[in-house]
């Protein structure tokens, strides 16, 4: 059933009227709607779990940095004292460095990454594979790197209960920061590991442009540990890495895409996960308010 319009609300960061009532806390279609951290950057950890509460949103994908400030065992307190769930911990991975002692320097973190991720109640650790070291144009033997570091990580993960979530990243990103760029390229390197102790992560701001993603996601079936949505938006503000739009905003169809991820099977939490330097400058309430209005309009329907 549709909400009426709520006229005395803007969007965020357009400023366009709301199309619809902001859903209340305890709406059953905010049910499985995850808040990433990263999409209220300017807020510490608390905050976030805070106002998590406050509207209604019940899970949140924590990343490393404002945990480290918090403290993981504080952390793992507060957001259990607020009743919320960890969906997933950001992040581990970078990979590809082509010097031995900094490939064991990056297995020993991912190691402490997997140990806080458990700490928390995660269910996964979300990998970003790392780009191509400063000087060296070898892809295939970085993406060969990647792929070994991930297997390396396996024994721990099993051990812990925590599984490793492999992100392919859009080939914009393939240079500086993820060597993986398909989900096709993702399974490939998950595939030959324990289901349980290695998934992928299906990010439509990622993989929304993947000739045959359908066939990806449904390949994915009993690997997906990380469904996170966002909008591709143009023009592409001068950096990329901030080019990540609200929901509706843009390109993609959010619709089908959460057809595919619910058809795999995925019944696990929706991250909102948002860079986007507008929406980190808005109040933070807003984009609250903002992304349940989106997820419950474009996303929660169809998963």
Known sequence: MSTPQDTTALDVPSRAPARMDTPAPGDPRLARLSLNQKTVDGWSLRTAVEACAAHGIPAIGVWREPLAVAGVDAAAAMIRDAGLRVSSLCRGG??????????????????????????????CLVLVPGGLPAGDR???????????????????????????AIEPMHPIFAADRGVVSTLAQALDIAEPLPTEAVGVVVDTFHVWWEPGIEDQIARAAGRIASYQVCEWITPLPPDALLSRGMMGDGHIDFAHLSR??????????????????????ADGHAVLDTLARRYVELVEPHV
């Open 260 to 281: 595919c991820v619910a058809a795999a099977g995925y019944r696990g939490d929706v991250e909102v996960e948002i860079f986007n330097a507008e929406v980190w400058e």
């Open 138 to 164: 070898d892809l295939r033997g970085a993406r060969a790197r990647a792929a070994q570091a991930v297997a390396d990580l396996v024994p721990h993960a099993l051990e812990v209960g925590v599984r490793l």
């Open 94 to 123: 970078f990979f590809t460095a082509a010097d031995g002692a900094e490939r064991r320097s990056r297995h020993d973190d991912n190691l402490r990454a997997l140990d806080e991720a458990a700490a928390l109640g995660a269910p």
